[in-house]
């Protein structure tokens, strides 16, 4: 699955599409737009890359950032659930993580969360991923198209 493909999937089925993302940068959601036709189904993204930006954008509970940390299942599952909220749509997808290059909250570099919200359903998926900055963002986005092609066809 590709950009281009997982574009053709989003206007076939007419669902809508946001991101929240933090490690990535926004990359995902400039993958998505880079395709012509986009704006029929991607309403949007936020990129919160600081804590305090997932904690005052997005809602993210401080307690909760506290218990978990950023890097974390449950952080990577509220990014989802509260961008799909703000940005009204069918499905949102979050990434949390961290690319590097030094460890983080006490978690290793490529430790990932990839959050997909669909409905009142919410998966996080955990990965510990290798390379450079960049590969890991590469691959988070490769995963990223896999995870919403599965819940897009679950739904269906």
Wanted: charged share 20%.
């Amino acid at each position: 699955m590709n950009a281009q493909e997982l574009s053709d999937l989003f206007k076939e089925y007419g669902r809508t599409l946001g991101s929240v993302e933090s490690f990535t940068g926004g990359s995902f959601a400039s993958s998505i737009t880079a395709i012509p036709g986009a704006s029929k189904f991607f309403k949007g993204g936020v990129v919160t890359y600081a804590t305090e930006e997932k904690i005052k954008l997005l809602g993210i509970d401080p307690a909760r950032v506290e218990q978990f940390g950023v890097v974390s299942q449950e952080i990577g599952g509220d990014m989802a659930m509260h961008g799909k909220y703000i940005l009204d749509v069918d499905y949102a997808i979050s990434f949390t993580g961290n690319a590097g290059p030094e460890a983080m909250e006490g978690k290793p570099v490529g430790e990932i969360y990839i959050g997909v919200t669909a409905y009142q359903t919410t998966q996080v998926f955990k990965y510990l991923l290798q390379g450079s900055r960049e590969d890991i963002v590469k691959q988070a986005l490769q995963l990223g198209y896999n995870h919403l092609e599965f819940m897009l066809k679950s739904f269906k």
